[in-house]
Each structure stands twice: as structure tokens, then as C-alpha cells.
């Protein structure tokens, strides 16, 4: 069964630094994967996805994530951190792509930005 | 996602009463999909329906659970004879019709918290 790890649970960062949010997944085949962000009391919000092709993906909010098909990882990056980036970040996966089998999610890291 | 509507906000309910959650989807979607987030935990899928018909309900316990998505009327969550084990968020999300209507452009509902007592 395919199935998203997420190793950091909580990460504080100071305002204006680099982030970098880990996720692994594992599937014998390339799925297709996202990151979601959910703010206190909200909902989810789709921060950008992967489907195929550049493996370096552009998403909203000035974020992007990077696949590494040999590390089976799909990473969240921003060069610096705003303190309206405090929430929770999800990664999630689906398989087979472009069906109807829903999202699987990991279990989330939730950040903290410091002033 | 600020179209999926999803009601109540809070629910509290005691051990062994029924919960009732409703979702609204997006104007003209006719997926829906039901998650539920366990505290500290990622959201696990429970139920996929279409208009009047469950596709995929594999992530649902079999029991005192069961969801619904009439031709009319928002999609239904109900959970009979709750124990506290069932508190939780439930999110709703929905995806548009057609070709279109894959997992990869679902919109997501704020969820209803519900607490057992």
C-alpha cells in the first residue's frame, strides 16, 4: 500500500529564513503528489502538485517542491519565510494518477515562524 | 475552496446520540469526497461519492457510519451511536464533473469539528 512519511512533526523557523518541509513516499510507481497548507480553523489549500515532466515545481505563495524520483522524496521549499506561513503543511499522493482513488496524506508538520 | 460549505462548524454530541454533517460542494461539482483527521494526524480518507451513488466507500467503518449525496440537498455525513473515539474533524471536499472530475482538483470545506462528551 502506498504511503507518505512526513519525519518532522514541528519545525520553528525565524522570519526571513529558508525552510525546507520533508516528504517521502512509497509506491512502486512515480504517483502523482502534492502539499497542501491548512491555517487554524481552515480548511485545505492546494499549494502546488506534480504530475510529470520538471521535476522542480512552482506553486503559490512563493513556495516550490523539488521530486527526486531516486529519493522518492517530493520536498517543500521557500528562500524566506513569512510569519503568515505559520500553519499546517500536508504532502499527499494518489494513485493510479488521475483516478478516482482519493488522496492519501501524511501525518503533517506543523510550522512555527519566529519573529 | 472557499465554495465548499460545510455546516455545522462545531458539533457536540453525547456519547450514544447520532451526528449529522453536511457539505455543500462547489457549484456545479458532483464528487464528493468525506476525510477525517484524527488529532496530530494526516487526513484519512473515508467515503467517495457521485450524485446518488457511493463509488468508493472503502475508507468507512462498517459500522455506524454511512454517508449520502442526494440528486437535491448537500452530501450527509451521519454517524450513529457515537463514542468518543469518533472526535474529530471531518472535511468534505469536491471535484467537477466530467473529464475533469479527478482527485487532483478537489476543493476543500473549513470541516466540522466534532467532539463526544
Known amino acids: 500500500a502506498q504511503s507518505v512519511t512526513q519525519p518532522d512533526i514541528h519545525i520553528t523557523v525565524s522570519e526571513g529564513a529558508s525552510l525546507e518541509l520533508r516528504c517521502n513516499y512509497s509506491?512502486?510507481?512515480?504517483?502523482?503528489l502534492f502539499w497542501y497548507v491548512q491555517s487554524p480553523g481552515q480548511g485545505l489549500q492546494l499549494l502546488l502538485k506534480y504530475f510529470s515532466g520538471d521535476t522542480l515545481v512552482q506553486g503559490i505563495k512563493g513556495f516550490e517542491a523539488e521530486f527526486k524520483r531516486s529519493q522518492s522524496s517530493f520536498n517543500l521549499r521557500k528562500p524566506s519565510v513569512h510569519w503568515s506561513d505559520a500553519a499546517e503543511y500536508f504532502c499527499a499522493v494518489s494513485h493510479p494518477p488521475g483516478g478516482r482513488r482519493a488522496l492519501t496524506f501524511g501525518s503533517g508538520t506543523r510550522l512555527q515562524v519566529q519573529p | 475552496n472557499a465554495g465548499v460549505m460545510q455546516n455545522p462548524r462545531h458539533l457536540v454530541r453525547r456519547r450514544g446520540q447520532e451526528a449529522r454533517l453536511r457539505c455543500s460542494p462547489v457549484k456545479g461539482h458532483s464528487h464528493v469526497y468525506w476525510y477525517r483527521q484524527l488529532p496530530e494526524e494526516g487526513l484519512k480518507f473515508m467515503v467517495y461519492?457521485?450524485?446518488?451513488?457511493?463509488?468508493?466507500e472503502s475508507g468507512m467503518p462498517k459500522e455506524r457510519f454511512s454517508a449520502e449525496f442526494p440528486k437535491e440537498g448537500p452530501s450527509i455525513l451521519r454517524i450513529q451511536q457515537v463514542v468518543r473515539g469518533d472526535s474529530a474533524a471531518y472535511f468534505c471536499?469536491?471535484?467537477?464533473?466530467?473529464?475533469?472530475?479527478?482527485?487532483?482538483?478537489?476543493?476543500f470545506g473549513s470541516g466540522t469539528q466534532l467532539s463526544v462528551l
Open positions: 461519492l457521485q450524485k446518488e451513488n457511493i463509488i468508493d
Open positions: 471536499a469536491s471535484s467537477p464533473t466530467g473529464t475533469e472530475a479527478t482527485n487532483e482538483k478537489l476543493f
Open positions: 509506491y512502486g510507481a512515480t504517483p502523482y
